[in-house]
């Protein structure tokens, strides 16, 4: 729950400017906003990389103030467009969300990723060495190794920011299907770019220059015709939706 919070990077500067919203446990929410609306900052100060300049972050009312960093870290799982892989093993990157799980449960949250088909075809397969950052498979399997690591961790809380803008439809469609197996029963706050991605959020936030413009669910928000449906028109316009996802 975010209380009237307001934070800059700069003090001066605000990016965002009393927010305020709730999310219910087990709710998806999705943020929606142009670049530099403040989205990926909502996400950086949930995570306390930052602490805010006023308001209250609270986790079933606890204020995140009065957690230990690393413990609010544990419970949380992210998935960003810029995944985090380490040279070593495939197994080794999984595990990376649970240090002392087994094989079996590695393989288990790859199947439930998508990847353990993929990751079965390398000439190693899960003791496969991936080189630093992971630049020997694609931005795809990549994407799709991070939702398994977060599927291990088991955390009460995810942050997705969507990125599948650059890798191919059947890919996409395997990292859809991940997102939603790990986003099942769990807290979770989506950065979407492709609108047709969230439409079955609990809620939507528009954000714009650090402020929520509009919030309601995807069909809510087409009736009111405002930023969102204007938002949504191009990219059908421009080729990013095609009618059906509308």
């Known amino acids: 729950m975010f209380e009237d919070v ?45 602490d805010i300049d006023s308001g209250k972050i609270l986790i079933d009312g606890i204020d995140i103030k009065d957690i230990q960093r690393e413990k609010l870290r544990t419970s949380l799982g992210m998935v960003l467009q810029d995944v985090y892989l380490f040279a070593g093993t495939v197994r080794e990157n999984i595990a990376y969300g ?14 439930m990723a998508n990847c353990h088909e993929f990751i079965t075809r390398l000439p190693k397969g899960y003791q496969t060495e991936l080189s630093e950052a992971g630049s020997n498979i694609s931005q795809g399997q990549r994407q799709l190794l991070s939702i398994a690591r977060a599927i291990l961790s ?13 890798v191919d439809t059947r890919t996409e469609m395997n990292i859809q299907q991940a997102m939603i197996a790990l986003m099942k029963g769990r807290t979770s706050f989506v950065i979407a770019h492709r609108l047709s991605t969230i ?19 995807h069909e809510e928000l087409i009736q009111k015709g405002g930023f969102y449906a ?9 080729g990013v939706l095609e009618e059906s996802d509308i």
């Open 154 to 166: 088991d955390p009460s809380i995810l942050i997705l920011d969507e990125a599948t803008s650059s």
């Open 199 to 217: 439409r079955n959020a609990d809620q939507i936030l528009v954000i714009n220059a650090g402020t929520i413009i509009e919030s309601g669910t």
């Open 6 to 50: 307001t934070f800059g990077y700069n003090k001066e500067t605000p990016i965002l400017k009393n927010l305020t919203f709730d999310a219910k446990p087990g709710q998806t929410i999705a943020l929606v906003g142009p670049t530099g609306a403040g989205k990926t900052t909502v996400v950086n100060l949930l995570m306390r990389f930052y």
């Open 98 to 111: 649970n240090l002392e799980a087994t094989d079996e449960e590695v393989e288990k949250a790859a199947k």
């Open 230 to 238: 204007d938002l949504l028109n191009s990219q059908y316009k421009s």
